[in-house]
């Protein structure tokens, strides 16, 4: 199997960033999202989300996330008018948001137009694979597979890869050898569990994190200053690496764990909710994606932030 193009659906945080970078390595990629409600009722253009996260990757500071000579690989478009298009795709990267059942129900969509032989692969962060697959057909279980790249996808070199018991093995290998050799991914891969490797561990310690906090009456800056570099974390710190994750990911990585993981008081603890987190969501401060997040990124027309 080859892969000469590449589709992502969902064109979020983790979308645009995935799609940037086969950009940068010169792979032609499909970039699709939904039509927003609001374009629906009063006209507009259909690919706007899209469009707009690649306007987004070319403008990142101080580096851009997409090379500009990368933007004409890209193709914006929306799931509703595009997706007979993806019938020419060798390989689709869903990275649509973290509900089992949405993400069932793009796979069905997937299936009845894919080509044969083509791959599709999930960018979930904490979902199983066997999961994914319930209510999937043979075939599709077959060509399908996890490719958990990590935040942002143009800097992080770790991908975890994860194989279930019916992935064909050569569109296995194909896959991870393109993320290897074309994507130049650290790629690991990891058996078929909750949060596979690092979030396992590493949404863990961030609950516990934001927990001790908190219950500790720390600030966000104090909480960050202990845990980001001298824990050997990114400088950002617990509550600066939700800003930059997207804080509405983090109630979904809980609930996702808390019914996967073994039944234990204490991952009912650490993965309990978050009143402030939902009231922050709720009001549109989802993190660095929002109207910024623990740290407020979001500059006033006189230059100052909020
Ligand atoms: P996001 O909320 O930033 O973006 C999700 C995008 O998917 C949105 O643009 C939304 O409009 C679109 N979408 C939702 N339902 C759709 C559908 N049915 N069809 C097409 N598009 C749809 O989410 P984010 O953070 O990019 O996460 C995406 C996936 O990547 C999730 O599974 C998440 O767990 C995983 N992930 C997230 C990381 C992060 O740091 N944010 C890191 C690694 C994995």
């Known amino acids: 199997m080859q892969i000469k193009s590449c589709a992502v659906i969902g064109s979020g945080v983790m ?37 707009t ?8 500071d101080p580096a851009p996330f997409m090379h500009k000579k990368a933007a004409s690989l890209v193709t914006p478009g929306n799931l509703e008018d595009d997706l007979p298009k993806l019938a020419d795709v060798d390989w689709i990267v869903e990275a649509i948001v973290e ?23 999930s960018n979930t ?29 143009r800097y992080m070199r ?10 064909r ?11 290897d050799v074309v994507l130049g991914k ?25 927990n001790e906090a908190i219950d500790g009456g720390l600030t966000v800056e104090e909480a960050d200053a202990i845990s980001g570099k001298p824990m050997g974390l990114p400088k950002t710190g617990t509550f600066g690496l939700i800003d930059l994750v997207g804080l509405d990911l983090m109630p979904l990585i809980s609930k996702s764990l808390l019914s996967t993981l073994p039944q234990d008081d204490d991952y009912r603890r650490i993965y309990r909710d978050n009143p402030l987190a ?12 929002g109207k910024g997040g623990f740290y407020r990124q979001t500059k006033l027309p006189d230059g100052k932030r909020l």
């Open 158 to 167: 770790l991908l975890e890869v994860v194989k279930g018991e019916k992935t």
């Open 278 to 289: 939902a009231k922050m969501i709720a009001e549109g401060y989802t993190g660095r994606k």
């Open 53 to 60: 996260a690649i306007e987004k990757m070319l403008k990142t």
């Open 15 to 51: 979308g645009s960033g995935i799609a940037a970078h086969i950009a940068n390595a010169g792979i032609p990629v499909m970039l699709l999202d939904i039509v927003p409600q609001s374009v629906k009722d009063n006209g507009g253009d259909r690919s706007v989300v899209a469009k």
């Open 186 to 210: 650290g790629v690991v891969r990891c058996k078929d569990t909750p949060g596979f490797i690092a979030n396992r561990i590493g949404t863990y310690f961030m609950q516990a994190a934001v």
């Open 99 to 121: 509900n089992p059942a949405i993400k069932a129900d793009l796979y069905k969509k997937l299936d009845g137009v894919r080509k044969a032989g083509s791959v599709v692969s």
């Open 125 to 153: 962060s904490t979902i199983p694979l066997n999961i994914l697959l319930q209510g999937q057909s043979e075939r599709f279980a077959a060509d399908f597979m996890i490719t958990h790249f990590f935040n942002p996808p």
């Open 169 to 179: 093995d050569d569109a296995f290998q194909a896959v991870s050898a393109f993320c």
